[in-house]
């Protein structure tokens, strides 16, 4: 499978607490909700189409408890089928049990167990949100794809998706478009490391 990240993010880079005020208040952050406002039609007919993609999803904690509070009470989205029925994994190092079936923990060496699920058959194992989890496989080079939303908006403060001192790599734009209320959808390959130049008469 190919690992897929799709995080929404503010202008500002921040990807903290997107979906409402009181989604994620850790470190005292007060401004969650910013990427509702941006929400149209359009955007939520590419992400249906991204999800119809998916053949497992993979989780921080905090998200994964987000998710499996909302989606079971959710059955009459058109997308609740999927979110519910297909295979998910939860990185934790302090969760005993996952109730949200069919869920599997993750702990110890995360990095190992991700690239072993890789190397199973299927189409795409998505990651949503969960910015610590990215992080720690942006920096083992095991990310294939991400799928970034910016909305229109700088948060000014929050948990940001690429913090300073993040690991650099290389990528190549292989899609973007924007949305009528101002989402800029920006799709990335992994590339490996960055390349790097000097500019002058020559360049």
């Known amino acids: 499978m190919r ?9 500002d880079g921040v990807s903290q607490g997107p979906g409402s005020p009181d989604e994620d208040t ?7 909700g910013w990427f509702v406002p941006h929400l149209d039609e359009e955007f939520e007919r590419q992400a249906g189409t991204w999800l119809g993609q998916a053949d497992a999803f993979l989780f921080g904690r905090r998200t994964y408890a987000n998710f499996a ?21 939860v990185a934790s190092h ?12 993750l702990s110890g ?3 190992a167990q ?12 998505q990651i949503h949100g969960s910015a610590r ?6 920096a083992a080079g095991l990310v294939d794809e991400m799928r970034l939303v910016i909305a229109p908006v700088v948060v000014g403060t929050g948990r940001r998706l690429f913090p300073d001192g993040g690991t650099p790599a290389g990528l190549r734009l292989v899609r973007n478009e924007t949305t009528p209320r ?11 490391h960055p390349q790097y130049g000097t500019y002058g008469a020559d360049a």
């Open 3 to 11: 690992l897929v990240l799709q995080e929404f993010l503010s202008l």
């Open 26 to 32: 850790s470190d005292g952050f007060t401004q969650g």
């Open 69 to 89: 509070r909302d989606w079971p009470q959710m059955t009459e989205h058109p997308l609740a089928s999927i979110m519910n029925d297909l295979p998910k994994y």
């Open 94 to 105: 302090s969760l005993t049990k996952a109730e949200w079936h069919p869920s599997t923990i």
């Open 109 to 111: 060496d995360v990095p």
């Open 114 to 125: 991700v690239a072993e699920l890789k190397r199973q058959p299927g189409r795409e194992l």
């Open 133 to 138: 989890l990215a992080q720690s496989l942006l």
């Open 182 to 192: 101002g989402l800029a959808v920006h799709v990335y390959e992994s590339r490996g």
